[in-house]
Structures are given as structure tokens and as C-alpha cells.
């Protein structure tokens, strides 16, 4: 497959202002015909043919003005068609079977109901068409179908006529007035029911909500659309955004290969980020659903409105949309939660990215197959990248650059640079050398040495960007850290500061510090950056009590038990160290249990351990095995040593009854947290206390919660509750997913057998991605049972990589980063790994996803 540069960029040769569609519905075989109205695009060079993508097509016939076209050709899958005037309309007439679809790109069948996922060139698998974000038109879709089958029938924009065919048909006919690029192309027909409401915009327009499931997910839909009227309400106060169509609808599918989708006035959601009820889904779900309607909605103006030129600009829609959602659940959820969630995906998702052979910059330069570039580095560095500018600028000025970006781009393909310059104008930022952060990949690392003479303190910083695939050397970044100063007497500082290092080293004094001050750093997590320092024990204690920045408060715990386990399980620590550094941490844990004052959530956050994934990312060359017996033996060790604390807090938290506020969602998390350490400690008395929080529950979060915690332990309580949990929820796909995973992600020592069994459960299908990815990908992330000594797991991926593959390239060439990871892990793991990835390699039928994926990753 051929490798797409971002340089060799050049404008369609042709406009296509308007098309028409026309679908015969079925989901064995679908008509499409398809109305181009063409003409030279003034600003691009001259051509006399225009290639039409197809991917899998065949043409049944081609016209142009109303003429049969005998001179067009195939190159590839695309279609080549001579045209010598300057404008022109052209007849395309295609056939597809969604029901062969397993793909799921394009028009597919999903439970009786068919829907599409165009996004980024699934187009191209309907009708023939410059399946490019920068070709805007103006839709027009016309659909009919047997009305008992597919009693809905929407499309994206406004329905602007329906009626009654012959035989049982029926039809319907939807315009959208705003030009989009393809890829914001939806339709969906199937029997669905509507949870409706209404929202009455800023400017008084009344919109239309519906949220439309099957029948049986109805009573589940109620959080969704409470989600979608407070995103609508907070575009428009945070961001001065409205809506602009009549209607807003959100469908929910079982089978999608992302999230949802941002189709214009047609949302296509996985059912995962819609259907919720407390005895369903647990307070993460609630959130997660909240955070993703709102995403959506957000790309109304940040995707739709405003465009991307081109694949390589995807971050201008996705980092600037992740950070728009960031910060509307922020204000929904708390500020101090929120990120250092946000921060904790992007340490275990991107920082491995960014550190591995799939490192690539937040525009990246080239691909193969675009679908490999919905990644953590594009969507959530690209959202660090944004919220730097708005660091350095403030709210308000940050704002000004928002409002002239879309008011300059609106109705436009645009680029990141297009954004930057906006943002240099609007905010009045200097962003010369900060777009180094759009073109150079790895975490910058960044070394903090806090020196202290007289009465001044000064702060010796320098950087240095990793070398990544590609990119051996780096230049220094605009890195802007938000810092505060502590006086350890008083526990007080004068005031935090923003410090921008631009420089590979510099250096900052701060005066009237008769004592040397405790430094807090990156406090909010203010840049995407790693920092390396040497701190005693007791300052991290001390920032972990009492930093009034609460990322940083969390931040300091995390580094104390970071530099132990590090330690121990690098090269390792004799006893006296051993003895102070559990020390240190046991101090800090238990302060942190004793704080009436600070809130359950908080604490839920504070005493959570850094991740395998987190922690070997510290180590240049990590065993995971040494790391999973450190962090294992110290939780067990903590969960000795504070056994009483950890049960008075669990009795406490208990008393508190099932609620949406903040202080008994907190109590839940806890709660939970309290049986982590628990079963680590005392794993007999866990299994009672989880076996009796099983039975009281009346919610998912805790029933999850216990269940997972039994699941890792060996009691009769563990199957007992895994048979009960499986027939209370037989048939709710959603919670059989959590079901498939509990045992997955369990630290039981047999855990890949249970996978193995899993697999052929009759529940389990490959055709599926979120049942694919409830067992295979939670079974990935589990790290004791992937990196398992013999390679089975390492086995058990590549064979689902190499099943998966023709099934579902876009999910397939997802598991291939977990094998990626080899140069990073100790050599006889890495070996294993790398012959995995060899056996994919040596097929000669791969997709063209999984593919650049392997080669890459053994590049
Ligand atoms: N645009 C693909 C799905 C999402 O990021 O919203
Ligand atoms: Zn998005």
C-alpha cells in the first residue's frame, strides 16, 4: 500500500456543490444512485478526468448530462471518468449487500437495521465519490424501503417530504443546507423508538432532540439526552456556539468500530455511550456518556462547521474537540477529578504511543491507512497541545482566538496551521516556536533542580525531546509549567507562577525564601511533559497533604510510589530502602485516609496506584514481571499495615445510600478502592467484605466493583457471583461486555485460561468490536496475564489479530500496539513478542490497517 504524504497535498481539481442519493433499501441489496453536479474548481490546476474513490464497488452504470458514459475506467478501485467542460452532472449507480458488511465502514447491517460509518473513507464503499474532507456539497437523499423493516428513515439535515410506495414501501426525503465533506454522511433505517425532547437555543431557534434505540433500550436513554441539552447549553456559554438545524438526532448501534460519530444533525453512537441506568452501567459509564455526547455535539463547529483540509489536520478537529469536552466536564464533574483522569488516559495510552516505534506527531506527516491515526497522540497530546495555548493565554484571550477561528473558518477545510494563526491573532500569542509541538513527536522530558543560597531559590530546568521513528534530532519546545513555591513552616505560598521553558536549559530565581521552599511543579498538569527531579520523601509527603493544587497533590503521591517501585524493580533495593521508601508511601496513604476534609472522589484518586503501563513507560527497559511482584507486594503490604483504616473507611462509605451527587459517587469509589488493597493484604477477609457489597448492592458501580475484586481471588464466592451476574444480565450485551472483561482484566493466576474458555462461550463473537474488545483488549491490558512467561498471551493476540483481520481490519490493526511495545520490555519477552509479530507479518493477506501497523512496529 502506498504511503500518503501530507506535502504532496493538492486542491480536487473539481467542486461538486451538489449531490443527490437515492437509496433502495435492503439489507441484503441496496441501490444506490448517486447525482454529482461538478465544476472546475478555479483555485486547483486543470484536469480533464475526475477519479471518483470506490472501495469494493462495481459501476452498473455511469452518466454524464444525462448521456451514457462509455469512456470511463477503473484504476485500482477507483473510478476514472474524462471530462472536457466546465461543468457537468454525473450518474453513478451502484449495488452493495450491507448484510456482507463486517467491516462496519460504510452501509452495514446491525441488528435488522442498517446505518453507516463514513468517517474517515468509508464513503467510498457506497457510491463512487472524491472521498476527501475538502470536496463540501450540499446533500440531498431520497431513501425508500419495506416500511415494516425499516419504519424509520433518517438522514442527515431536516426530512423535507415522506410517503407510501407500492408493496408495503415507503420513502423519505431529507435535505442538509450546510455543505459537508463525505465522511459527515449519514443514514439510518431500522424499527426504532425515540426518547425526544426539546431545546430552545440562545437565539430562541426550538431543536428537535431524539435519542432512537431499540424498543427494549428505551427506559435507558434518559442520562443521554439530559447530556446533549447541558453540551447544548454549554457551547454556547463556554464557547458562544450554537446550533444551527431544526433537529438533532442520536442513534444507538451494537456493532461500531469507535465511539460514535459526528455525522451533521445525525449522530451514530455505540450503544456503550448512550444506554445507562444505575443498575446498568456504573458511574464511570454515566460519565464516559456525558463526556462522548458532549464530544459530539462539539463537532458541530469543531469538525463540521469547520472542516479538515486533509487527513494529516485530523488533530484540528480531535484535539481541539477532546479539549472542549475536557473542559465541559470539567465544570459538569469537578475540575480536580476531571484532570487527573484525563492526565492518567494519557500517561497509559499516549505516553506508550509517544514512546514506542508508532510515534508520530499530533499532525503527523504520512500514512498508509488513515484509520491507524485515531490515536491517543492525535486526540489527547492533541488536546494538551490546545490547552498549553490557553495556559499561556488565559480564558479569556484563548476565547478571542476560538471566536476569530471559527468565524474566519466557517464553512471552510482548514488547517492546524490556520488554527495556530488564529489563535497568534485572536490571543495575542506568539506561537512561532510552539508549533514545534504540532511537528515533533516523544515526551519531552523535562530535569528540575531547585537550587537555594541566601534567601533565593532558584529553579534550573532543561529538556529534551526522545528521538522517535523518523526523527532522530529535536529542538527545544515552549514548555509552560505552572509552579508554586511552599514556605514549610507555614504549609502557604505567595502565589503560583507560570515559568515558560523555551530553551534546552534555563534557569529562574525567585527571591525571600530564607529557608529553602518546597517546589510544587506543572501544577493542573500545565504541559504534556515528563519530569525527572530528585526530591526527598518528605517534601512529596508534605505536597501529598497539603498542596492546594490538587493534580499536584495527587501528582506527589504518584512520584513517591513511582520512584519506589521504579527503584525495586530496576536495580532493586536493599532492605534500609526498601523500609523508608514503603515508609514514606504508608505516611502519605494514611494522612490521606484521615483528612475529613478532603471528598471521597478526591481520595478515591489520591490513594489509586500508577498503572504497570505508567510505571514501565519510567524504565527505558521494563520486566514486567519485577514490576507486577513490586507493585503487587506493596498494595498487599499497605493493605496490611493499614487493614483497619481500609475497613473503618469501607464501613463508613457503606452507610451512604445510592445517589448521583458528588459525595456518594465519591462514596462508591472508595469504597471499592478500600477492597482493592484489601484483597491484596487479606485476601480472606476481602472476599467476605466483597461477597457481602456484591449482595447489598443495588447498583452496578459497586456490584462491578466487588465482583471485580472477586474475580482475581480464589473463593467459592468468585464463581458463585460470576454465575449469578451472567444469568441477572443474560442478553444486555453492554453488561455481559463488563462480564467478559471482570475475568479478563482479573489478576487471578489463571486468568489466560479463563480467557482462552471465554472465546468460545456462545456469547462470544469476533463480529462484534465491543465484545472483541471486552475480552481481547481488556486481556491485553492485563498485565501479569499478557506477559505471562511462556508468550501464550503474546500467542493469543497475534491468533486473534490474524482471525480478526478479514473480518475487522480498523479493530484488528488495534491489537498490534500491545506486540509494538517489544524494544521496551526485557529480551526474552521482547523475543517472543517480536516472533509474533513476525508470524503476522509473514501473512500475505493482510489488510492494509494491519499491515502498516506490524511493519512499523518491527520497523
Ligand atoms: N470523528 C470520529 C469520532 C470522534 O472522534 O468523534
Ligand atoms: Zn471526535
Not at 50 to 57: K, Q
Not at 124 to 129: D, L, P
Not at 342 to 368: M, N
Request: hydrophobic letters at 40%; one cysteine or more.
Amino acid at each position: 500500500p502506498p504511503l500518503i504524504r501530507r506535502e504532496d497535498y493538492t486542491p480536487f481539481p473539481w467542486l461538486v456543490p451538489q449531490i443527490a442519493l437515492e437509496f433502495e433499501l435492503g439489507i441484503e441489496h441496496t441501490l444506490v444512485t448517486s447525482t454529482l453536479t461538478v465544476a472546475r474548481n478555479a483555485k486547483a490546476q486543470r484536469s480533464d478526468t475526475i477519479r471518483l474513490n470506490g472501495d469494493g464497488l462495481t459501476a452498473l452504470s455511469v452518466t454524464v448530462d444525462g448521456e451514457p458514459a462509455g469512456d470511463w475506467s477503473m484504476d485500482g478501485d477507483d473510478l476514472i471518468l474524462p471530462l472536457h467542460g466546465e461543468a457537468h452532472a454525473i450518474k453513478v449507480v451502484t449495488a452493495i449487500d450491507p448484510s456482507a458488511n463486517s467491516q462496519l465502514m460504510g452501509l452495514y447491517a446491525s441488528s435488522g437495521m442498517l446505518c453507516t460509518q463514513c468517517e474517515a473513507e468509508g464513503f467510498r464503499r457506497i457510491t463512487f465519490f472524491p472521498d476527501r474532507p475538502d470536496v463540501l456539497s450540499t446533500y440531498t437523499v431520497r431513501m425508500s424501503g419495506p416500511k415494516a423493516e425499516f419504519p424509520i428513515l433518517l438522514c442527515n439535515g431536516n426530512r423535507v417530504a415522506e410517503g407510501e410506495g407500492e408493496g408495503g414501501t415507503h420513502w423519505a426525503e431529507w435535505h442538509d443546507p450546510w455543505p459537508k465533506p463525505s465522511y459527515l454522511f449519514a443514514l439510518v433505517a431500522g424499527d426504532l423508538v425515540a426518547n425526544s425532547g426539546r431545546f430552545t437555543t440562545m437565539s430562541g431557534r426550538e431543536v428537535e432532540l431524539n435519542i432512537w434505540v431499540r424498543a427494549e433500550d428505551l427506559p435507558r436513554t434518559e442520562h443521554a439526552l439530559e447530556s446533549l441539552k447541558k453540551s447544548m447549553q454549554w457551547d454556547e456559554q463556554a464557547f458562544g456556539r450554537e446550533y444551527d438545524l431544526d433537529l438533532f438526532n442520536i442513534v444507538a448501534v451494537s456493532d461500531f468500530n469507535m465511539g460514535a460519530m459526528e455525522n451533521k444533525g445525525l449522530n451514530v453512537f455505540n450503544t456503550k455511550y448512550v444506554l445507562a441506568d444505575p443498575d446498568t452501567a456504573t458511574d464511570a459509564d454515566f460519565d464516559a456518556i456525558e463526556g462522548v455526547i458532549a464530544h459530539e455535539y462539539f463537532h458541530n463547529w469543531s469538525g463540521n462547521r469547520v472542516t479538515c483540509r486533509d487527513w494529516f489536520q485530523l488533530s484540528l478537529k480531535e484535539g481541539f474537540t477532546v479539549l472542549r469536552d475536557q473542559l465541559f466536564s470539567q465544570d459538569m464533574q469537578g475540575e480536580a477529578v476531571k484532570r487527573i483522569e484525563d492526565v492518567r488516559i494519557l500517561r497509559s495510552a499516549q505516553f506508550p504511543e509517544d514512546s514506542g516505534p508508532l510515534a508520530h506527531p499530533i499532525r503527523p506527516d504520512s500514512f498508509r491507512e488513515i484509520s491507524n491515526f485515531y490515536t491517543a497522540t492525535v486526540y489527547n497530546k492533541g488536546a494538551e497541545v490546545i490547552r498549553m495555548m490557553r495556559t499561556m493565554a488565559g480564558p479569556e484571550r484563548f476565547r478571542a482566538g476560538c471566536d476569530l477561528y471559527f468565524e474566519r473558518h466557517d464553512g471552510e477545510a482548514a488547517t492546524c496551521e490556520d488554527f495556530i494563526r488564529a489563535m497568534e491573532e485572536g490571543a495575542g500569542l506568539d506561537l512561532e516556536q510552539f508549533r514545534l509541538w504540532y511537528s515533533q513527536a516523544g515526551t519531552p522530558k523535562v530535569t528540575v533542580r531547585l537550587e537555594h543560597s541566601g534567601d533565593t531559590a532558584t529553579l534550573h530546568l532543561s529538556q529534551q525531546v526522545p528521538p522517535t521513528p523518523g526523527q532522530p534530532d529535536k529542538q527545544a519546545m515552549p514548555i509552560p509549567l505552572r509552579i508554586a513555591l511552599f514556605d514549610r513552616a507555614t504549609g502557604k505560598h505567595e502565589g503560583e507562577q507560570l515559568v515558560v521553558l523555551g530553551k534546552a536549559e534555563d534557569s529562574f530565581a525567585f527571591t525571600g525564601f530564607a529557608e529553602p521552599p518546597v517546589l510544587s511543579i506543572n501544577r493542573g498538569y500545565s504541559a504534556p511533559v515528563t519530569i525527572e527531579r530528585t526530591v526527598p520523601h518528605a517534601d512529596l509527603v508534605f505536597l501529598a497533604a497539603q498542596d492546594d493544587d490538587s493534580f499536584a497533590r495527587y501528582e506527589a503521591m504518584q512520584e513517591l510510589v513511582v520512584s519506589h517501585i521504579v527503584a525495586a524493580a530496576g536495580d532493586g533495593l536493599d532492605d534500609a530502602a526498601r523500609a523508608a521508601g514503603r515508609a514514606a508511601i504508608r505516611t502519605a496513604l494514611a494522612a490521606i485516609l484521615a483528612d475529613a476534609a478532603l471528598d471521597d472522589s478526591m481520595r478515591g484518586e489520591l490513594v489509586m496506584l500508577p498503572s504497570q503501563t505508567y510505571l514501565s513507560e519510567q524504565m527505558l527497559i521494563a520486566d514486567p514481571g519485577r514490576i507486577h511482584a513490586e507493585r503487587e507486594g506493596l498494595k498487599a503490604w499497605l493493605g496490611r499495615e493499614l487493614e483497619s483504616e481500609f475497613v473503618a473507611l469501607h464501613l463508613r462509605v457503606s452507610e451512604i445510600p445510592y445517589g448521583l451527587e458528588q459525595a456518594a459517587r465519591g462514596a462508591r469509589k472508595i469504597k471499592t478502592q478500600a477492597l482493592v488493597y484489601l484483597a491484596a493484604g487479606n485476601p480472606d477477609l476481602a472476599a467476605q467484605m466483597a461477597k457481602a457489597q456484591y449482595e447489598a448492592a443495588d447498583n452496578m458501580t459497586d456490584r462491578q466493583g466487588a465482583l471485580m475484586v472477586l474475580t482475581g481471588l480464589d473463593s467459592a464466592a468468585r464463581t458463585d457471583k460470576l454465575i449469578d451476574f451472567y444469568r441477572r444480565y443474560q442478553g444486555n450485551e453492554l453488561v455481559i461486555d463488563k462480564w467478559f472483561t471482570l475475568q479478563a482484566i482479573s489478576l487471578h493466576p489463571h486468568a489466560i485460561e479463563h480467557v482462552r474458555v471465554l472465546a468460545g462461550h456462545p456469547d462470544f463473537t469476533l463480529r462484534n468490536p465491543n465484545r472483541v474488545r471486552s475480552l481481547y483488549m481488556a486481556f491485553a491490558g492485563n498485565p501479569h496475564a499478557f506477559h505471562g512467561e511462556s508468550g501464550e498471551g503474546y500467542r493469543m493476540i497475534a491468533d486473534l489479530i490474524l482471525a480478526l483481520d478479514p473480518i475487522n481490519a480498523q479493530t484488528a490493526a488495534r491489537f498490534v500496539p500491545s506486540l509494538g511495545r517489544w524494544r521496551r520490555i526485557e529480551p526474552v519477552r521482547a523475543a517472543l513478542m517480536r516472533q509474533e509479530l513476525e508470524r503476522i507479518a509473514a501473512s500475505d493477506r493482510l489488510s492494509r490497517d494491519t499491515f502498516e501497523q506490524v511493519t512499523r512496529s518491527l520497523g
